[in-house]
């Protein structure tokens, strides 16, 4: 089946730290772009990070630049966010996705939850 | 940043109605890097539209997207009970990539 499954989630205080993980299966996970995508509580989506296949190509949203990183490990089918400095803004469900051929978020992940609390 | 502002925040509709929903960008987009996404509640986004108009795998053809520039159109031509959810529209054109804050489709 393909499919993207995150972890990693949970409740972190501020300032603190926390890595996500995301498996994919069922398809050829090194030649697909990759995202990271959350939704916070009630709200809309915003697109976080980016990584090419290669993993030579790296981008950030400006509002987690210099905080978080992101990396993958295509000999385990895997993608990765590194979340430093994490403030209550962070506080949301993060999606990892996959970035098609056809130039759009062709398949995402079940998502999960971050809570940046004390 | 291309801001994508969707209208209305809110429609209200009865099964069988049609749906237009609308997305304009602040810079133009080119339509191969516009997309239309479906989400339920408590469900991960689900790609609906992709080029502005190409409906992707699986969706059903009551689903229908056009548009350039600047001003996209998502129509949904018979409301299914289904199809009641919150819609986004979204440009990978320039970065950052961004979407617009959501069309709610309830039930009248």
């Known amino acids: 089946e393909v499919q993207l499954v995150e972890s990693g989630g949970g409740l972190v205080e501020p300032g603190g730290s926390l890595r996500l993980s995301c498996a994919a299966s069922g398809f050829n996970f090194k030649i697909y772009n990759m995202n990271w995508v959350r939704q916070a509580p009630g709200k809309g989506l915003e697109w976080v990070s980016y990584?090419?296949?290669?993993?030579?190509?790296?981008y950030y949203a400006d509002s987690v630049r210099g905080r978080f990183s992101i990396s993958r490990d295509n000999a385990k089918n895997s993608l990765f966010l590194q979340m430093n400095t994490l403030t209550a803004e962070d506080t949301a469900v993060y999606y990892c996705?996959?970035?098609?051929?056809?130039?759009?978020?062709?398949?995402w992940g079940h998502g999960t939850m971050v809570i940046v609390s004390s | 940043e291309i801001v994508m502002t969707q209208s209305p925040a809110t429609l209200s509709l009865s099964p069988g109605e049609r749906a237009t929903l609308s997305c304009r960008a602040s810079?133009?987009?080119?339509?191969?890097?516009l997309s239309w996404y479906q989400q339920k509640p408590g469900q991960a986004p689900k790609l609906l539209i992709y080029g502005a108009s190409t409906r992707a795998t699986g969706i059903p053809a009551r689903f229908s997207g056009s548009g350039s520039g600047t001003d996209f159109t998502l129509t949904i031509s018979s409301l299914q009970p289904e199809d009641f959810a919150v819609y986004y529209c979204q440009q990978d054109y320039n970065l950052p990539w961004t979407f617009g804050q959501g069309t709610k489709v309830e039930f009248k």
């Open positions: 996705v996959r970035f098609g051929v056809v130039n759009a978020f062709d398949l």
């Open positions: 990584i090419n296949g290669a993993g030579t190509y790296i």
């Open positions: 810079q133009s987009v080119s339509g191969s890097y």
